[in-house]
Antibody
């Protein structure tokens, strides 16, 4: 059974960089797209972007080029960095696997989520 | 970005009720839409993919359909464990976008 687990600081100061890691267990990181999705308190879901197992990436323009994703196949981990954070970046951050075998496209495995608060 | 307009935002229903939630896409997205259920403090869980395909392990009381750019999630007979928030997600084009969510509450 595939499991994902987010880790990283729960508190980040304004203007600094948020850094999170997602560790994948029970399966390989290869051949899948790996995404980050966030949810501000009491609000809806926002897709941040993906990193493919080859290292290629795509981001949501709403983050205005502040997001960077990478992965480490040797440790079965992928990561997210968001620079110049503000209070608006306070959210629960989820990592998720996207299954992409036509016609089935969906986020089939998710981490439990990690709350990141931006505050001084 | 493709906008997904989900309605209603809140729905009050009783156990056994038939419940319908709708998402309208701002442009054509073929059948590239999924439905997710989220319970408080938990990650979302996929229910339906490709508009009408039931994810493995999801009860058959959940179903999805499409008419043009309108997509519907139907719960045929609401069960106590179905009280949750539901989101649609278009995966036709990037950025992937979610609907605003529908909270299904106990009447």
């Amino acid at each position: 059974q595939v499991q994902l687990q987010e880790s990283g600081p729960g508190l980040v100061k304004p203007s600094e960089t948020l850094s999170l890691t997602c560790t994948v267990s029970g399966g390989s990181i290869s051949n899948y797209y790996w995404s980050w999705i966030r949810q501000p308190p009491e609000k809806g879901l926002e897709w941040i972007g993906y990193v493919y197992y080859t290292g290629s990436t795509k981001y949501n323009p709403s983050l205005e080029s502040r997001a960077t994703m990478s992965l480490d196949t040797s440790s079965n981990q992928f990561s997210l960095k968001v620079s110049s954070v503000t209070a608006a970046d306070t959210a629960v951050y989820f990592c998720a696997r996207r299954f992409t075998t036509n016609p089935k496209y969906c986020f089939d495995y998710w981490g439990q989520g990690i709350l990141v608060t931006v505050s001084s | 970005a493709i906008q997904m307009t989900q309605s209603p935002s809140t729905l009050s229903a009783s156990v056994g009720d038939r419940v319908t939630i709708t998402c309208r896409a701002s442009q054509g997205i073929r059948n590239d839409l999924g439905w997710y259920q989220q319970k408080p403090g938990k990650a979302p869980k996929v229910l339906i993919y490709a508009a009408s395909n039931l994810q493995s392990g999801v009860p058959s009381r959940f179903s999805g359909s499409r008419s043009g750019t309108d997509f519907t999630l139907t719960i045929s007979s609401l069960q106590p464990e179905d009280f949750a928030t539901y989101y649609c997600l278009q995966d036709f084009d990037y950025p992937l976008t979610f609907g605003g969510g529908t909270k299904v509450e106990i009447k």
